[in-house]
């Protein structure tokens, strides 16, 4: 099915301090930022957030849903802008769980759990958000099957059955854009998905198009694959200016695995061989036939 609990912690349980060395520090946002008007990782960091929170049209009162949380920084973001609201975050890292478990705010709430697993309380969520978790939502072996789309389908129903009839998603996912143009595309993309991200395999346009068929409908979307890359850029910075720690605490193979990561990636998203989206998704009204 998707990325295991084991996939997720290869990558996301190294040590919550050795991501703090290279993330924004407020939020510790581990995904693209948005640069059109930012000066700093920090601002775009909030950009993001800022516009996700949009997309899901997130309002006083609201009960959100976080899928893929992080370390919070999304949840801790929407009850700064809505203080009246509450958020669970669902994350698969026992190291994001414990983080955002530790937090003392009552509005905010952790489940170490997968979506497909979760039995949501009684109270429907009124706005859903996830931000780089449906990349991971797929594997390999479901993509050689042709059934990603089953399990992008499997995730839309459950988003329409644990929600209200009017709550929007503000979804932000990489997507594959084509067949890779050279051996050094191939190479980074194997290393990323091999490496980085195990159990993992990333959707299409068509793919998400296909499954929210019936479902949901694209009320607005951003194409951000360079902000992608640039955001990338800076966290290789951060990580270089914080080589001689890192390698006393954590050793040279994971200081040198990061570096070929993000530069990886970055190759990936600069050359438009994966692209980034952000997509407000409403849910499709029934038709009603009117009789004369």
């Not at 000066?39 to 909030?46: F, Y």
């Not at 509005?107 to 780089?132: C, H, M, N, T």
């Amino acid at each position: 099915m998707m990325a295991s609990k084991a996939d997720i912690e290869h990558h996301y349980d190294v040590d919550n301090d050795f991501f703090a060395l290279f993330l924004d520090k407020k939020y510790r946002v581990y995904s693209c930022g948005v640069w059109k008007s930012a000066v700093d990782l920090d601002r775009a960091q909030e950009h993001k957030l800022d516009r996700l929170c949009r997309y899901a049209n997130v309002q006083q009162g609201h009960n959100v849903i976080d899928i893929g949380c992080g370390w919070g920084g999304l949840m801790k973001r929407v009850v700064e802008k809505y203080p009246d609201t509450h958020v669970h975050g669902l994350t698969l890292s026992t190291e994001q769980f414990e983080y955002v478990k530790s937090n003392p705010d009552q509005r905010l709430s952790v489940e170490l759990s997968a979506w497909q697993d979760y039995s949501p309380p009684e109270r429907k969520f009124d706005s859903i958000i996830s931000i780089g978790a449906f990349e991971h939502f797929a594997s390999f072996e479901n993509h050689a099957a042709s059934r990603q789309r089953d399990v992008y389908r499997s995730f839309f129903d459950w988003c329409q059955s644990i929600s209200t009839s009017d709550a929007q998603i503000g979804l932000q996912t990489i997507v594959i854009n084509r067949a890779p143009n050279s051996v050094s595309e191939l190479r980074d993309s194997r290393y990323l998905l091999d490496k980085v991200f195990p159990g993992s395999a990333l959707p299409s346009i068509s793919d998400i198009q296909a499954a929210m068929i019936d479902k949901y409908e694209i009320s607005a979307v951003r194409r951000i694959g360079l902000d992608y890359a640039r955001t990338l850029s800076e966290w290789n910075s951060r990580l270089v200016l914080n080589k001689d720690n890192i390698v006393e605490r954590y050793g040279q193979e994971l200081f040198d695995h990061y570096r070929t990561y993000f530069d990886s990636a970055r190759r990936c998203f600069g050359t438009g061989y994966v692209d980034l989206y952000q997509a407000s998704l409403s849910r499709v009204k029934p038709l009603r036939i009117l009789s004369k």
